[in-house]
Nanobody, 123 residues
Framework: VQLVESGGGLVQAGGSLRLSCAAS????????MGWFRQAPGKEREFVAA????????YYTDSVKGRFTISRDNAKNTVYLQMNSLKPEDTAGYYC?????????????????WGQGTQVTVSS
């Protein structure tokens, strides 16, 4: 499975971005999809996930109410809509795929990763 992220960029605090992750080479509908982020000098952390079986969504506390994850199985794409962005959201954002995955928060459970897209939020 190949994953390609897009949609990152520079935005002012309070602004919005929508990240996309296009998948190819597998049965997309069977993959739990996650978004993770990594800021300089910090470990990669969970942001959001959407489960393959019922499209249940999960978020880390710091983004609840601001970010929305969604998927379009017909387009093999997962999205991350990010609103009310804050400077602390600045990071490289990575999508990941976990075949028939259930442990959505666990970084180590994901099988495939994209190369990432940079999000920079200025104050």
């Amino acid at each position: 499975v190949q994953l390609v992220e897009s949609g990152g960029g520079l935005v002012q605090a309070g602004g919005s971005l929508r990240l996309s992750c296009a998948a190819s080479g597998g049965t997309f509908s069977k993959y739990t999809m996650g978004w993770f982020r990594q800021a300089p000098g910090k470990e990669r952390e969970f942001v959001a996930a959407i489960r393959w079986s019922d499209s249940s969504t999960y978020y880390t506390d710091s983004v609840k109410g601001r970010f929305t994850i969604s998927r379009d199985n017909a387009k093999n794409t997962v999205y991350l809509q990010m609103n009310s962005l804050k400077p602390e959201d600045t990071a490289g954002y990575y999508c990941a795929a976990d075949y028939l995955g259930t442990a959505v928060v666990n970084l180590g459970r994901y099988d495939y990763w994209g190369q990432g897209t940079q999000v920079t939020v200025s104050s």
